[in-house]
């Protein structure tokens, strides 16, 4: 028993009254996976017509056996007369496999129907944390953190997914009789793919842009539990929203200072700032602003400059900065041998070094009597 294809496209009512037995499916919505369609007496007599949308798979099942499958769109023919035809469509030789995994097992209906199976993304599935999940973060180290999204996920082997989920279904089978179990699963497998993203070095600010990577870790997550069982695959993960509970919050923001205070420049701006604060907090002194200020006062006598004048403080720090960079090698080439040396006689071959001269005031190489920068005699 097979399948003749009979048109390509989509034919008119006029044809179909021409035949006694014409079934057809109308097109899934996101909520339905597979509808169960046949004859008011359970048979489909040779020579029936049989109608395939885009995306959709007809599986047609004899008291629980594959009798043939088509993923590509068409009307049918179906012959019983004729060996299955297999007609593969989008899924290649994908069929080839399916049929000799499965054409001993199938629906346990003892009728002759035909499955149609919903083969397009089935889009927005949310799922979330029902409480805070430990992330090794490579930069923050252990912290916990919910999570809120959506996935996709796609039926790739319409056989498995009939045979292992929905063939009891007396008219249709729907995504919400599905989803309880199957989003357990997904969030159970998530935990184990984002501990597979940490290991790889992601933070956890970063996951929202890992939709690949992350679908990716689902499928080798799932591969037994959705692949093999039910013919499910995980097409897209995107995850909305990520927050830290509040102990790993506040142990990302003193973090983050620790990093950021350790830069010079920043740590400076933050004494400015609390120095403008204590300066106002002195103003505003319940004892008076005097008694204010010479708190301040002496607060910088014991810390320093760098509170009481911070401003003046970065200027000596770009300064000394400076200095440290444009500071001369005291270095000299022997004119006998060549040799780089510091000394005052070379170490390859005693020649005496003729030193070069340098400003003590700005440092510049000084070939006459005076600095050619600044002027200064040279002693």
Request: glycine content about 8%; hydrophobic content about 35%; some cysteine.
């Amino acid at each position: 028993m097979g399948l003749i294809k009979s048109a390509y496209k989509s034919i008119s009512s006029t044809l179909h009254d021409q035949w006694e037995e014409y079934i057809t499916c109308d097109s899934l919505d996101n909520n339905t996976l597979v509808v169960k369609k046949t004859t008011e007496n359970g048979v489909i007599s040779n020579k029936s017509r049989i109608q395939v949308a885009p995306g959709q798979v007809a599986l047609i099942f004899d008291s629980g056996k594959i009798l043939d499958a088509t993923a590509e769109e068409g009307i049918y023919t179906f012959d019983s007369s004729t060996s299955p035809s297999l007609f593969a469509g989008d899924f290649g030789g994908m069929f080839k496999e399916m049929w000799e995994r499965f054409k001993f097992n199938g629906a346990t209906s003892k009728e002759q129907a035909v499955f149609y199976v919903n083969t397009k993304e089935i889009i927005d599935n949310k799922f979330g944390s029902s409480s805070p999940m430990a992330y090794p973060d490579p930069e923050y180290k252990n912290i916990y953190i919910r999570y809120y999204g959506v996935y996709s996920f796609k039926i790739t082997d319409p056989f498995a997914f009939v045979s292992n989920i929905a063939g009891n279904v007396s008219d249709k089978y729907t995504k919400d009789e599905l989803m309880e179990q199957a989003n357990a699963e997904f969030v159970s497998a998530l935990d184990v793919s984002l501990q597979n993203c940490a290991s790889e070095g992601v933070v956890f600010s970063s996951l929202p842009s890992k939709q690949l990577l992350i679908a990716k870790h689902m499928n080798e997550a799932l591969d037994e539990s959705w692949k093999q069982l039910r013919g499910m695959e995980v097409v897209s993960v995107a995850i909305e929203k990520i927050t830290p509970d509040d102990e790993s919050r506040e142990r990302i923001q003193k973090f983050d200072n620790a990093s950021m205070y350790g830069r010079s420049e920043y740590a400076t701006g933050r004494m400015v700032d609390a120095t403008a604060s204590a300066m106002e907090n002195a103003a505003s002194n319940a004892n008076g602003a005097g008694t204010g200020f010479m708190g301040l006062g002496m607060m910088n006598g014991a810390m320093g400059s760098i509170v009481g004048n911070p401003l003046e403080y970065v200027k000596k720090n770009e300064e000394m900065k400076e200095k440290e960079v444009s500071k001369p090698i005291n270095e000299t080439t022997c004119s006998n041998c060549g040799s780089q040396e510091n000394g005052n006689f070379c170490s390859k071959c005693g020649n005496k070094l003729e030193r070069n001269k340098y400003c003590s005031k700005c440092g510049n190489l000084i070939t006459g009597n005076f600095c050619s920068n600044c002027g200064t005699k040279v002693d």
